[in-house]
Structure formats: structure tokens, C-alpha cells
């Protein structure tokens, strides 16, 4: 099933005429404008991902609150990931280093869960929430590249994808837009990343329990990495579909 939906996505991005999907990055026609050469609401829908907002004009659905619950969730997560690095490399207690990332997975699911159901999404929410990802991801890899848990090339091309994502950033700001929306094969990738640099930490031990642990851990790792790629293409792809439908924004 997990494997149906991967394929259904990907087509729909490559491929949107040929799975009867409509173009998600077709012109989007503007009502009349509120303001010079402004459309009101400009937005970008792509199948599997968030809305992408066009930088001109702002998004009504957040706000500008930075004290929210959800926010003070990802700054813990934030706070805690020189703690898992200390831990992982230091006195190397790979126990209280997996309590750590059972925390970060706690609160990385409360505080979307909780900025819906309170109501407090905001705009410094929707940076944190991937930059806590992005630093988890990045602290592990470091930590187990270190520890020689993982070679070392699989710990440079996971922060690799993401240099690249950066770069098309640019291109989406020719276009008015001022970043990446997220889709479902970038959630799925980092879910199962995030799966495994657990498992692979506990399989660094002997054991059954360790053996299993390593076995799924690779599992999820070689999942993850793929998908993470993956993901990355379309992004790839996305935009390259934006920049030929979508007119070039004037400098003001």
C-alpha cells in the first residue's frame, strides 16, 4: 500500500496529464486586485503537499505570535539537539540519547497536532517545525558517522538534498514565491529517517534485541534515504514546472 501511494505521487508530479491530475502549478486566475499589480490570495496547489503562497501577499491562515505552545515545543526540540550530540559523542550514553530523540518525536508530533486544535499556527511555526527536522537529521548523522555506525558518505548526502533544495530557492523568488511547499514523500522520508537513526543507534550493542534494531534500522535508513531523494527530484521538478508556467515577478 505505502509502496502504491509513493508511485501514485511521483506520477502525479511527473506526469500530472497522464494520471488525470490537474496541473498544480497551472496559472492561478486572480480575482480583482486589492492593491497595484497585487493578487490577493495567490496559491499553488500540489497534490500530497501544503499550499505554496506567493511572497507578495501574506498568508490569512497564520499569524505573527511567537509565544505559542506548538512554537515553545520546537524550540525545546531545538535546544535538545547539541544535548543528543553531547550524549552521543561524549560520555556516549546511548540510552539517554535515545530518550532525547523519543522527545523530539513527541513533540514534533504535539505541536502540529496542537497548532491546529488551538488554533496558534504562526509564521516562525512553519520554520521551525523542517528546522528542527533538518538539525535532528544532520546532528545524527554526524553523531553515528562519528560513532561509525553509518559510512561516511551516507551522512554527506543527506544534508546534500537539502543544500540542493536551497539552491532552487532563488528560482521560486523569480516567480514571487518564497519556498519550498512540503509533499507527502518528504514526510515519509523523514519519518522513516527519523525511525531509523534510533534503531541503528540501539543496534550498536550485541544482542538479539541489538540485531533486530540494526536489521530494521537499515531497513528504514535505506527507505529513508531514497525517499528523501526522491522527494527532492520532484521538488526538482516542480519548481522547473512553476518557472515555465508562471510569469517572472518585476523587481520592485
Known amino acids: ?14 506526469f ?11 496559472p492561478v ?4 486586485p486589492a492593491g497595484p499589480d497585487r493578487c490577493p490570495s495567490l496559491s499553488v496547489d500540489i497534490p500530497g503537499t501544503n499550499p505554496l503562497v506567493s511572497s507578495g501577499e501574506e498568508d490569512d491562515r497564520v499569524d505573527e505570535r511567537i509565544v505559542t505552545v506548538p512554537n515553545a515545543l520546537s524550540f525545546v526540540r ?4 547539541p544535548v543528543f550530540l553531547w550524549l552521543v559523542l561524549g560520555p556516549e550514553k546511548d540510552g539517554l540519547a535515545l530518550l532525547v530523540l523519543m522527545i523530539s518525536g513527541v513533540t514534533d508530533y504535539l505541536d502540529g497536532k496542537l497548532a491546529r486544535q488551538l488554533n496558534q499556527a504562526s509564521k516562525i511555526g ?4 523542517p528546522v528542527a527536522d533538518r538539525f535532528y537529521i544532520l546532528a545524527v548523522v554526524i553523531g553515528l558517522g562519528f560513532r561509525d555506525i553509518i559510512p561516511w558518505w551516507l551522512a554527506v548526502i543527506l544534508p546534500l538534498r537539502d543544500v540542493f533544495l536551497f539552491s532552487l530557492v532563488p528560482f521560486l523568488r523569480t516567480r514571487g ?3 519550498l511547499p512540503v509533499h507527502f514523500l518528504g514526510k515519509a522520508a523523514t519519518a522513516s529517517l527519523l525511525y531509523a537513526f534510533p534503531l541503528l543507534l540501539l543496534g550498536d550493542s ?6 533486530l534494531a540494526n536489521v ?3 531497513a528504514f535508513t535505506i527507505w529513508g534515504v531514497a525517499l528523501y531523494w526522491w522527494g527532492g527530484i520532484l521538488y526538482a521538478f516542480q519548481v522547473r514546472r512553476l518557472l515555465t508556467t508562471t510569469p517572472r515577478v518585476a523587481r520592485a
Open 1 to 14: 500500500m505505502f509502496c502504491c501511494l509513493v508511485a501514485t505521487h511521483s506520477l502525479s508530479v511527473l
Open 177 to 179: 514565491y518564497s519556498s
Open 216 to 218: 530494521f534500522g537499515w
Open 126 to 129: 512553519a520554520i521551525l517545525d
Open 78 to 81: 531545538l535546544l535538545l539537539v
Open 16 to 26: 500530472p496529464h497522464a494520471t488525470a491530475v490537474p496541473n498544480p502549478w497551472s
Open 29 to 32: 486566475p486572480c480575482p480583482a
Open 206 to 211: 550485541t544482542g538479539t534485541v541489538a540485531d
